[in-house]
Nanobody
Framework: QVQLVESGGGLVQAGGSLRLSCAAS????????MGWFRQAPGEEREFVAR?????????AYADSVKGRFTISRDNAKNTVYLQMNSLKFEDTAVYYC???????????WGRGTQVTVSS
């Protein structure tokens, strides 16, 4: 089992920044990737960003956040971060941390943290 706890959400004006954190515990050694997804009201959950959890760092981003969001990791702290800059109203959503063995599907989810961007 892997437990994921998100933090750092909140209310921010458009153009502002937030940094989300996801603290992982449990059998994290069995995971290959950590990622962030988001779900806006009335919408399906969508991919935001992904980072390799061990070894050489590889990242992937949704087109909608490229150039604005940066995912990073700190293995010593078992934590993954999502730095969000130049936030837009359409970034408003609940952001979920995820742990993945492969890129095909998510194995574990966090409970989510709300990000609200005011226009």
């Amino acid at each position: 089992q892997v437990q994921l706890v998100e933090s750092g959400g909140g209310l921010v004006q458009a153009g502002g920044s937030l940094r989300l954190s996801c603290a992982a515990s449990g059998r994290t050694f069995s995971m290959s990737y950590m990622g962030w997804f988001r779900q806006a009201p009335g919408e399906e959950r969508e991919f935001v960003a992904r980072i390799s959890w061990w070894g050489y760092t590889t990242t992937a981003y949704a087109d909608s956040v490229k150039g604005r969001f940066t995912i990073s990791r700190d293995n010593a702290k078992n934590t993954v971060y999502l730095q969000m800059n130049s936030l837009k109203f359409e970034d408003t959503a609940v952001y979920y941390c995820a742990a993945l063995r492969t890129t095909a599907n998510v194995d574990y989810w966090g409970r989510g943290t709300q990000v609200t961007v005011s226009s």
